[in-house]
């Protein structure tokens, strides 16, 4: 009898667990991704902001896997599903046949539906936005030094969107890097004028934390320069300036997008069921209804806890999504019942900067300041992938602490649309319609 084989379309959090949790077994395991490498996405800001390279917080999915023999990794695209033949659809190389599929192809940006946010933000979803992002702060500042003039039109006024753990930690990666390292860079450019505006539709930041650490989060913020508002839905976004619910205006030439996301295109392609943010409607075992070889998990998930709400799109769930999956096919290959996904919570963080952050623990556990940020430290240090990610990662982190510098702050491509990539991506999303509208077996 032919071995089973498995299908896992993903190489972030969820996707790297479930093939760790299957290296060594007797099943041949495909990893599909369209980059080569899993990407350590809670420090991208940091990669943003000049504060480490991007192959510091990335590595190689086929380099995590010598030696494993049941693991291969195939570069491409996933376009869909052929459900009849059972086989996953790619743009390189040839379809690829499971007998069970594990579909962890996270989530993308959201605009939610405002105008603009598309065409003049920046978002922060990959290593590619990560370094757009930074080359276009330090291409403004160059720009600020050459002709001055242009700080009066909103050029170093910086809008970031959303008040999540994103939008947090930037606004205050922000303040280090123009308080402490570019206004020694460009002293003939006010860097003193240069404006941190944190936005959020919610009456506070940091949504699910509690008061006390939401509290704390922004007045750190606050503290530190940040102009910090809350309650502010934001109206649309142009290219020098932003329209605020009310019809106040601010100039800038800087919006980062850190505010919704949903679930990657596939989730679209592939004729499932969906929930909100576009999610993958799963049952209790986290399989796709009527089909049960097939689960979804992570951000892709619409997994829903015992009281009916969706889990969040975090790395612990995903991971503990993912290896839960590697069991359910364990049970099933045996003939024996599945079991119900419980999700073991163990905490959340977020750091305000230097020396302040916040964290949570179940039982009621609340840290700030300190304490909070030693624990986030210690926390993401263990979760990066790789010895040498983390020698690269502990050696900046020290650098940039001991000397208020940023060892990374090179422009890699210069000026560039906020959205580098968005026509190839409009290209692309259209001809994947087109290819599976020329397949209709392809979401059947």
């Known amino acids: 009898m032919a071995a089973e084989r498995v299908v896992v379309v993903g190489a972030g959090f969820a996707g790297l667990a479930a093939a760790r949790e299957l290296a060594g077994r007797p099943v041949p395991v495909t990893v599909v991704d369209r980059h080569n490498y899993h990407l350590f996405q809670p420090l991208l800001y940091q990669v943003a902001t000049a504060g480490l390279e991007p192959q510091g917080i990335a590595k190689s999915v086929r380099g995590m896997f010598h030696g494993v023999g049941n693991i291969s990794f195939r570069l491409a695209n996933a376009t869909g599903v052929d459900w009849d033949r059972q086989k996953l659809l790619v743009d390189s190389g040839g379809p690829l046949a499971f007998d069970h599929l594990i579909i962890a192809a996270g989530a993308t940006s959201d605009t939610l539906g405002i105008e603009g946010v598309r065409e003049h933000t920046y978002p922060l979803k990959t290593l590619d936005d990560a370094v757009n992002l930074r080359d276009h702060i330090l291409t403004t500042f160059e720009r600020a030094d050459v002709d001055p003039s242009i700080v009066d ?55 699910g934390y509690s008061s006390r650490l939401q509290d704390y989060a922004r007045s750190a913020l606050i503290d530190r320069g940040v102009e910090v508002l809350v309650d ?74 015992p009281q009916g709400e969706l889990y969040p799109q975090l790395a612990p769930v995903a991971q503990q999504q993912a290896r839960h999956v590697v069991r359910q096919i364990a049970l099933r290959r045996r003939g024996r019942p599945t079991e119900t996904f419980r999700y073991r919570d163990k905490g959340t963080m977020a750091t305000v900067g230097r020396d302040a952050a916040v964290a949570q623990f179940p039982g009621g ?77 392809a979401t059947s």
Do not use: K
Request: hydrophobic share 45%.
């Open 153 to 207: 039109e909103g050029a170093l006024t910086f809008v970031v969107v959303g008040g999540g753990p994103t939008g947090v930690e930037l606004c205050g990666a922000f303040v280090e890097l123009f308080d402490h390292v570019l206004a020694r860079d460009f002293p003939g450019v006010d860097v003193g004028r240069a404006r941190i505006v944190l936005v959020e539709a919610l009456p506070h930041l940091l949504d």
């Open 365 to 441: 556990v609340q840290l700030t300041g300190v304490p909070a940020w030693l624990a986030w430290l210690g926390l993401h240090l263990i979760l990066l992938i790789g010895f040498r990610n983390r020698a690269v990662v502990l050696v900046n982190w020290l650098y940039n602490y001991t000397t208020y510098d940023r060892a990374a702050r090179l422009i890699i491509r210069g000026e560039t649309p906020p959205r580098r990539t968005a026509g190839e991506e409009a290209d692309r999303a259209a001809a994947l319609e087109d290819e599976t509208s020329a397949d209709p077996s």
């Open 232 to 305: 502010t839905p934001l109206e649309d976004v142009s290219a020098d300036r932003v329209r605020l619910a009310g019809g106040a205006e601010i100039a800038t030439r800087t919006v980062v997008w850190a505010a919704g996301v949903r679930a990657q295109t596939l989730a679209d392609r592939v004729g499932l069921e969906q929930t909100d943010g576009g999610r993958i409607v799963v049952g209790h075992d986290l399989s796709v209804p009527g089909r049960s070889n097939v689960y979804a998990v992570g951000d892709i998930a619409g997994a829903t806890d």
